[in-house]
């Protein structure tokens, strides 16, 4: 009888320590994306407002082919949350080829229609903001500061597989 309540109480003891340890470990790397607005001339304005503030973030695209945006990300170059370009991503250096990289997406954006989406912690802290034609970005999480953005599947054609 001893045995096994030693037993209970050492299973209850594993049980309880594991609880404590997996509320220890915060995800505090993940990130959300909402839609930002549904208003396409709010979108339009903050598209404009990007251009006019560039030096204040970093700017990355990500083409499925040369010419053809899929994605634009701004990280707002905060030290406390950091948006690093990943494979095939590449950094914007100019407001030129900002807004040539938003005009490639503008070209396609009859049939898809890019949107703009806010990247959010679970903290509600504001990461960054990406223009994309889906809410699909993947990425991978460094640490609880920074994240490194993944490929952006291209939209599947209608009726294909």
Known sequence: MRKISMMNISVVVFVLAVVMIAGCAT???????????????????MIQRSLERFDEGNFYVYEWRPGITAAIVVDLKDPDRVIK???????????????????????????????????????????????????????????????VLGRVPEPKSPGGP
């Open 27 to 45: 995800s505090a790397g993940t990130v959300k994306m909402k839609r930002e607005t549904v208003n396409r001339e709010q979108e339009r304005a």
């Open 85 to 147: 370009p990943g494979t095939d991503w590449r950094k914007i250096n100019s407001r030129e080829e900002l807004e040539k990289a938003y005009n490639a997406g503008s070209m396609v954006k009859a049939k898809f229609g890019l949107k703009l989406y806010r990247l959010e912690g679970e903290d509600g802290e504001i990461w960054g903001y990406f223009y994309a034609y889906e809410n699909r970005l993947s990425y991978s999480v460094v640490d609880d500061k920074t994240i």
